[in-house]
């Protein structure tokens, strides 16, 4: 099975209410899609996430990346030789890891077709069925709590509340979805790089003198505060997680070996795949650090990767796959079972795709 031919385009979804953080908002998914065709008839699917303000991707970049410079070192391989096909992804440029994440989740489909496979099982086979938070965007008090109170009607028993655009404002924010749900859910906080070192180290003791029994707060500070990072985690009792700071399995050994976080969160579009996503939960087995596997605002189709690769792993402890369940439709057939929080796996191989709707290429 050799790659014959490698096509871009893209996918749009529209999301059932305004996606709000403390970097962005958006109202639809707009996302470049990787179609690699082999001389076999196979296809596989890959998925790209343009967050500028993340990983500094755009359609644009990401497009050109794949088609100038990632496509011709990969055209004519073998999808067996999985690890010489990684290997120049690697090397046809630095960065650029969400264009290099949809190749690779494109490879690993067909890498499971192969060998008549649903991908999971050939990365681990850990379980079968994984369960999800969902995303309370920062909005005002009692909108977020109303938002909190939806999604536990539709069973969500962990929620992750975007904070960090005003501190002050996010502890009313939490006492008020506190008082809307109670103590039986458990909450995550994402500051996304909201708060200064010790802003967030104010703001998150007076939640714990409160006892709002926040589960974990993920990159409280800016991605490249390795330092401020680091003083959070020893000046609160709150368990911090580093996202926007890891990128690669050298920045997890960092992070780990300097004490700088508590958990890391795993994200194809940050990894460049799933290649270098295995590569951190190793660095994170060899340490004891558990991770949670996170995504952009993207649709299914990458989402399954995730998917499969955290059903795969017991160092992948929580999961934060809401995607499809922002989404107001799903435009691809077959995959992973998204019903709300509860996510299934199925016997269908790769990544288990049947048709992908509202494409262009």
Not at 11 to 39: G, H, Q, W
Not at 138 to 167: C, F, H, W
Request: charged residues 25%; contains cysteine.
């Amino acid at each position: 099975m050799k790659i014959k031919e490698i096509q871009v385009g893209q996918i749009s979804v529209p999301l059932k209410k305004p996606f709000k953080t403390a970097l962005r908002t958006v109202n639809k998914i707009e996302d470049v899609v990787v179609k690699i065709i082999t001389d076999t008839g196979h296809i596989g699917y890959g998925e790209a996430a343009p967050t500028a303000v993340i990983t500094g991707d755009t359609k644009g970049s990401i497009k050109c990346a794949i088609e100038d410079y990632i496509a011709p070192q990969i055209i004519g391989l073998e999808i067996e030789n999985i690890e010489e096909i990684m290997n120049r992804i690697d090397r046809s440029l630095i960065k650029n890891t969400s264009a290099k994440a949809a190749v690779d989740i494109a490879i690993y489909d067909l890498f499971g077709q192969l060998h008549k496979s649903p991908l999971y099982k050939l990365l681990g086979g850990y379980k079968k069925e994984i369960i999800s938070d969902l995303t309370i965007s920062v909005n005002d008090p009692e909108e977020m709590a109303q938002d909190s109170i939806e999604a536990v009607r539709r069973g969500y028993k962990t929620l992750k509340i975007k904070v960090g655009l005003d501190s002050q404002m996010d502890i009313k924010r939490i006492q008020a979805i506190r008082d809307a749900v109670g103590y039986n859910v458990d909450l995550r906080l994402d500051a996304n790089q909201g708060w200064k070192p010790k802003e967030a180290v104010m703001l998150l003791r007076k939640m714990e003198d409160k006892g709002f029994n926040i589960e974990l707060v993920e990159q409280p500070v800016s991605a490249n505060d390795l330092e401020g990072l680091k003083y959070v985690t020893q000046n609160v009792n709150t368990p911090i997680l580093a996202d926007e700071s890891v990128f690669s399995p050298f920045d997890a050994v960092k992070i780990i070996q300097n004490r700088a976080a508590d958990l890391i969160n795993i994200k194809l579009m940050k990894t460049g795949g799933i290649h270098n996503a295995l590569k951190i939960c190793s660095v994170a087995e060899i340490y004891g650090v558990e991770c949670m596997i996170g995504c952009m605002l993207e649709s299914k189709l990458s989402v399954s990767a995730a998917v499969h690769l955290a059903a795969s792993k017991s160092i992948i402890t929580k999961i934060d796959l809401d995607g499809p369940g922002l989404c107001k439709e799903d435009p691809v057939d077959g995959g992973p079972q998204f019903q709300d929080y509860k996510i299934t796996l199925n016997d269908e191989w790769g990544l288990g795709f049947k048709n992908i709707g509202n494409l262009s290429f």
